[in-house]
């Protein structure tokens, strides 16, 4: 069955950086569109990040573009998420997802992904 599985959440100071990964397996990864998406307490899921199957085109939301930047290893099947110059509102569950659809082009949509990962803390103090 589908899995992805985040790692390298944590906590960590304001101005400081984390890279998530996000290792899937169960489909055939190089295929999917593949998306991180962030729910801080009280709000809403958002999707922050979303990388197409051949990883040339990305989108990134505007709250995080210049600071975040996704990429991914079809070989590793390893979406990751590099997240620089944190800031405390970066503080969220980040969730790791796959697109359901093969070699969707469409980008910065938050919908048609199925599968999800067990999501990972990210905590960013003042």
């Known amino acids: 069955q589908v899995q992805l599985v985040e790692s390298g959440g944590g906590l960590v100071q304001a101005g400081g950086s984390l890279r998530l990964s996000c290792a899937a397996s169960g489909f055939t990864f190089s295929t999917h569109k593949m998306g991180w998406f962030r729910q801080a307490p009280g709000k809403e899921r958002e999707l922050v990040a979303a990388i197409i199957w051949s990883g040339i085109r990305t989108y990134h939301a505007d709250s995080v573009k210049g600071r975040f930047a996704i990429s991914r290893d079809n070989a590793k099947n390893t979406v990751y998420l590099q997240m620089n110059s944190l800031k405390p509102e970066d503080t969220a569950v980040y969730y790791c997802?796959?697109?359901?659809?093969?070699?969707?082009?469409?980008?910065?949509?938050?919908?048609?992904?199925?599968?999800w990962g067990q999501g990972i803390q990210v905590t960013v103090s003042s």
């Open positions: 997802a796959a697109d359901r659809t093969t070699y969707s082009p469409v980008l910065g949509t938050a919908t048609g992904y199925d599968y």
